[in-house]
């Protein structure tokens, strides 16, 4: 299953370019062309799903075991990699910009100049009442 005019399917369907470091029936990995830092590597399905909750259990822990075997043989390499971010941005609102469903493999090390910002509110944490309702919540739906 592809989208024609994803530019990740394309990458899938070799019809643009990449370099890419790990294949099988399930994923692909490759460099992202814009890199936080060298050696920053994109693991996403063959199939097309635009969010990581359509993708089903068996290729996401398969991203997600590549993604292990990357950050280890990036451990091994010349990149410079102090330690590593996961990150997976899961819709528009959480910076997603590429519609089909991917995780970053991103080698980082002090003041590389990547950084995260905390909302307001971020050092006044949720009461225990608080924390016990949105756990409910989320138990609720699994
Ligand atoms: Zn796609």
């Keep these: 299953m592809k989208n024609k005019d994803c530019v990740f399917c394309k990458i899938i369907n070799k019809k643009i370019p990449s370099y890419i470091i790990f294949e099988d029936k399930l994923v692909i990995a490759f460099l992202d062309i814009q890199p936080i830092n060298n050696g920053h590597v994109l693991i996403i399905p063959k199939n097309h799903y635009a969010l990581i909750s359509d993708v089903d259990d068996t290729v996401a822990a398969r991203m997600f075991n590549v993604a292990q075997k990357i950050n280890a043989a990036i451990r091994k390499s010349n990149i410079k990699a102090e330690g590593l971010n996961f990150w997976l941005a899961d819709g528009e609102a959480a910076f997603q910009t590429v519609f089909h469903a991917h995780l970053h493999c991103i080698p980082r090390f002090r003041d590389d100049g990547f ?28």
Excluded: R
Aim: proline share 11%.
């Design 115 to 142: 950084k995260l910002l905390f909302p307001d509110g971020f050092h006044n944490p949720p009461t225990q009442e608080q924390l016990s309702s949105v756990a409910t919540d989320i138990k609720k739906h699994l």
